[in-house]
Structures are given as structure tokens and as C-alpha cells.
């Protein structure tokens, strides 16, 4: 678990997590510099659960941020098994026993060498955990059955506090490269490069929404809207390039670690300064996102400039 300034619904996901039907061995927490209550009801959770709740030392150089503090959790853990959390969402009783039921029949049918993802669907709350909409997904218009590694590159469906790792995926994801946008999009990337990608379409777990979530799942039209809105029409260029660089580098990041060789000089003509060779070669790859508006969108940055070599720009 990643904490910070978390107080307000720390409890209610703590206690979630210790009424599991199937208990984790140990539940790891890194806060990221809290200035609130966190680390005081945290140490007061490590006295009463009956689940062992270790704390990493609280860092001295600075917050992290939710990606690097997730990876420095996976370095942390030594678990066959490993489930990440977020600090205010509510976890059904048997989450833990659903997942580990897929992921038990993943690793007999693949092998548990193989790195395994296994991530479920999951219920909208608002912050008096009143339900929004039954499922994150339909609400965001998303599709998680389309899974191909490429699929996935360019549009993630995969929520880091609803999935299941294995300790193949855990081992072959770190480091995390530079290029990584978001920790659960770079852990879905590393699974389906293997083909072992699995998704139970059952809400397993409540995912709040307030005004304090680093990411939230607002509905993806008005996310649509807001980008559109905060384009700055000037520099139009530059904000096309800022929408869909972060992806593309870290696709380029995970095909570079892993291959296929000819995938990666595939998707490197996506930086040529022919739009012609842009468009044709995102064509070729059969590049597209959720939903045609999301997808013409992608189409319409790439016509209008060539997306940024470096995860800086």
C-alpha cells in the first residue's frame, strides 16, 4: 500500500484488507511523506491488526510520487504473490480469494514463470461510499478484453489497487524505465508483452472518487472535453505532441526491454517527420484507442506533429 496524507479513509481500506476471506501475509505500506495523521494510524493499525503491517522508513530527500513509491514497494516485497492498494478504496471480503482463484488456474495453464496479471473490475463510490456507477469500466467506456500488448500501449484498462501480481511479473517489471507514465500501465505492458494478461469482469473492490485522488476515473467524455478545452491554441503542436508522447515512449521502453526486435523498428517510424510514414505505420500496427472519438483524437495528434523522443518534453 502507498500512502499519502491518507487520513481520512485509511481505516476503512486498513480494515478492509484484514476481513479477507484468505489473509495477506503481510501488508506493506511506503508513505510518501505524510504531513497528516497517516503515520500515526498506521502505527497504531501495526499494534491491533492480526495481519503484520510493515512500514518502509519514511524518505528524508522528498515525495516520490504514486509510480515511484509503488515501485519501491515491489522492490520491497518478496512474495510469490503480491495485490497493490490504494489508501481509500474498500476491498470486497473475498477479493483477494477471487483473484488468487484466476491466477492459480493463469499459472497451471501458462506457468508460474511466466509474468501473470490478473485485474478485475470495480465499483464507482463517492466519499460517503454512496455508489456512483457498478462498474469503472463501463464508465469510462473502456474494453479490458482488448488486451494485446499494443492495445494496451496505447490505451490502459488496467487499475493498479484491482489487480494481482505474480512474482515472475514483479521481478521482470523493475526498474521501472524512465519512460513509465503510470505504475499499473507499465505493469499491464510487461504481462501482455508475455501473453499473460487475464481480466475477471466482476467488481471485486469500491474505488472512491473525491477531489483528493492522484488519478480518479472521472468519465472519459469529460476528460475528453477538458483536454480539448485546456488545448492552447498557439501552440497546438506542442500540446498535440504532450498528448501522445508519455504513451508511446513507454511502449517504445517495454519494447525495447523485451522485444520482438522487428516491433520496436516498427514503432520507431511513429517519430518520423513524414506524417505520411506517421499515419501509415500507425495503420500498419493497427494502433487505436477506446471508442472512435479517442481514436480519431490519437489519429489527429499524429497528423499534426511528431511525438517527442524524450519523456521530458
Known sequence: M??????????QQIASICRQTILPKRLLVADDCSSDQTLELLHHWQKK??????LLTTRESGRL???RNFERLLYASKASHVMLSDQDDVWDVDKAARLLQQM???EQRL??????LVHADQRLID?????IHPSFHRCQGLHPERDGLFEIGLQNVVTGCALLLNRSAVERSLPFPAEVVL???WLALVAAQAGGLFYWPEACSSYRQHQANVVGARGWRRQLIKRLRDVDALHFRRSAQRLISPGLLQLRACLNRFGPPESATRLERLWSASVWVRLSTALRLGLRKHGWWRTAGFYAALLCSRPSRHESS
Do not use: K
Open 65 to 67: 510520487g504514486s509510480c
Open 111 to 116: 506457468g508460474a514463470d511466466q509474468p501473470l
Open 49 to 54: 491488526s492480526d495481519v503484520p503491517l510493515e
Open 183 to 185: 505504475h499499473d500501465w
Open 2 to 11: 502507498a500512502t499519502c496524507n491518507g487520513e481520512r479513509f485509511l481505516e
Open 127 to 131: 466519499a460517503e461510499a454512496h455508489q
Open 104 to 106: 492459480d488456474a493463469l
